[in-house]
């Protein structure tokens, strides 16, 4: 998006402003002329990073330090490179960076020097010798590094290469103790009853308290507190969704019946889940066994600390608070239910799981965690996980060893069951707005009020080799509608984890790459929901005065 609302300018034109334009770079419109003032002194790029919006570390204010220091020195500065709000950890999410890197590496780069405001907005690496690493490959391209506020020249000496070493071990190291800061208030806030982050789910929803409990108002889908001391916590929902899952209780204890059974019976009745989308035995189980809905909350089963590996974490190191919320099903119902599921998963020796294991991928030929989960009879996948280490050695020891990922096509035809139903949701959205919509059938593409075009596609989730997920956006360059809805679906293909409203006009790519983050010109693009994209194109009605 070139614009952006309140200032009118884009993140790189506010940035050429406050760097380039005051440095004399003027654009010159002379016949003849190649567009820029002739080169003065060494060129430069600007290189800017910012994680949160502290002050100190905003964008502009760095641009004023480095537009100083080389005004001070004679350097012309010809280009910026800017990551808004993104962590310094490592390279994931800072797009120009890794854009600077690879100019630099591939011989692009028109410049001599790159400016930093200070060691820190280089990167905060937990590993000093990856900043390291890419300062030796500017220096090897014979692009040189300053830091334009350090107490030291980095030239080199014996004084700036041990100064250097500990200010990066420094940044590395304020983020560690920042992480532990920030992941011990969020468990002093779990044990005080408060709701951390994640979508409420189904039969429940967020509710914003302040500071002395009292009641404010309920918070929807993608809304976040704007108050530092305000608080959440998590209520029962709507009656009928409440009910549904006692019922749910009850199907699964006094009717002996499986998950699957309970999730085709809701389906039967037309129930879906809080994201619309039809029950399955995986998300049942999710209902069955998570004690939020006993008024439990628990906090750091999960962990996924300074960006590296995601960690199950033992029960013992949970952080909980047991009867935080009002809850929706009575301790004695849910603690039948767990000790059914827990005998009929303690009964399965090794052998006996495997043995199941190879049933399936026999019967099926191939496995992933959704074809486990969907089988009846037969342990979960977090089962399989824990008892086994990984799914990748249980699948090792019943031969599942195929080169080909046969999980794509489970998760393709997943997707493509749940894609009518996203093309229905977005029409539904629409003409509760006021709005018309039109749908061709051959194509799906939907004409909107007679005045633009939309297109709607989700995008599954890859996994790299390296453990990083990424998401490719594919456009109908063939239809070329105005806007292109993509749905982004979560790590494990199995739900909607949020949205993006990509306009034709930005987009001229076939395709486009996403991250777990990015920057600030891919996430303008990015909501939780569709509700903004439904009300900016609904209708009003104006009274017209005679």
Not at 35 to 51: E, I, K, L, N, T
Not at 267 to 285: A, D, S, Y
Not at 471 to 494: C, E, H, Q
Not at 507 to 525: G, Q, R, V
Request: proline share 3%; net charge positive.
């Amino acid at each position: 998006m070139t614009r952006t609302a309140g200032h009118g300018l884009s993140v790189a034109d506010r940035l050429f402003h406050a760097v380039v334009m005051p440095m004399g770079t003027q654009l010159k419109r002379n016949a003849g002329s190649n567009g820029f003032a002739p080169d003065r002194g060494p060129r430069a790029a600007a290189y800017v990073r910012m994680s949160t919006d502290h002050q100190k570390y905003s964008t502009e204010n760095q641009a004023d330090a480095i537009r100083s220091y080389a005004a001070e020195r004679g350097i012309q500065i010809v280009r910026t490179y800017a990551d808004e709000g993104e962590s310094g950890l490592s390279t994931d999410g800072r797009d120009a960076f890794k854009r600077l890197i690879d100019d630099v590496r591939e011989r692009r780069a028109d410049f001599d020097l790159i400016l930093v405001y200070d060691v820190s907005r280089w990167g905060r690496f937990q590993d000093t010798d990856e900043s390291a690493h890419y300062e030796f490959i500017c220096k090897m391209a014979g692009v040189g590094l300053r830091y334009c506020v350090e107490q030291f020249e980095n030239d080199g000496s014996l004084s700036a290469t041990i100064i250097k070493s500990m200010k990066r071990a420094m940044a590395g190291e304020y983020s560690r103790e920042l992480s532990a800061k920030v992941f011990a208030g969020q468990c002093r806030l779990v044990s005080l009853g408060f709701r951390q982050g994640g979508m409420a789910g189904y039969g429940l929803r967020r509710f914003l308290v302040d500071e002395h409990r009292q009641p404010k108002a309920e918070l929807s889908i993608g809304q976040q507190k704007s108050i530092q001391t305000d608080r959440v916590v998590l209520v029962p929902g709507p009656p009928e969704e409440v009910e549904t899952i006692r019922r749910m209780y009850r199907m699964f204890v006094e009717q002996s019946r499986t998950e699957r059974e309970i999730a085709e019976a809701l389906n039967h009745e037309g129930r879906t889940t809080n994201l619309g989308r039809p029950w399955t035995r995986g998300t049942v189980h999710q209902i069955l066994t998570n004690e939020k809905y006993v008024g439990n909350n628990v906090y750091n089963r999960i962990s996924f600390k300074l960006k590296k590996k995601r960690v199950v974490n033992a029960p013992e190191t949970w952080v909980r608070a047991d009867g935080a919320f009002s809850p929706i099903v009575d301790s004695v119902m849910f603690g039948r239910v767990q000790g059914i599921i827990q005998e009929r998963y303690r009964r399965f020796s090794d052998d006996e799981m495997l043995g199941k294991l190879a049933s399936t991928f026999k019967d099926v030929g191939w496995l992933s965690a959704l074809v486990i989960d969907e089988r009846d009879a037969m342990p979960s996948s977090s089962a399989y996980r824990n008892r086994f280490g990984s799914l990748l050695r249980a699948y090792e020891l019943v031969g599942f060893l195929s080169a080909r990922d046969y999980r794509y096509i489970e998760t393709n035809r997943f997707l493509r069951s749940i894609y009518a139903n996203a093309v229905a949701d977005v029409v539904a959205g629409v003409e509760r707005g006021g709005s018309m919509v039109g749908r061709n059938p051959e194509t799906e593409l939907l004409t909107i009020n007679q005045e633009f075009t939309a297109s709607i596609v989700i995008v599954r989730c890859c996994q790299t080799p390296g453990g990083r997920f990424r998401w490719k956006v594919r456009f109908d360059t063939g239809l070329r509608p105005d806007i292109t809805i993509a749905l982004r679906m979560d790590t494990d293909n199995k739900n909607i984890l949020d949205y993006y409203l990509f306009p034709h006009l930005d987009m001229p790519t076939p395709k486009l790459s996403l991250a777990e983050h990015n920057a600030i010109m891919l996430d303008a693009y990015r909501f939780d929901s569709l509700l903004p994209f439904f009300a900016l194109i609904g209708r009003t009605n104006i009274q017209v005065a005679a």
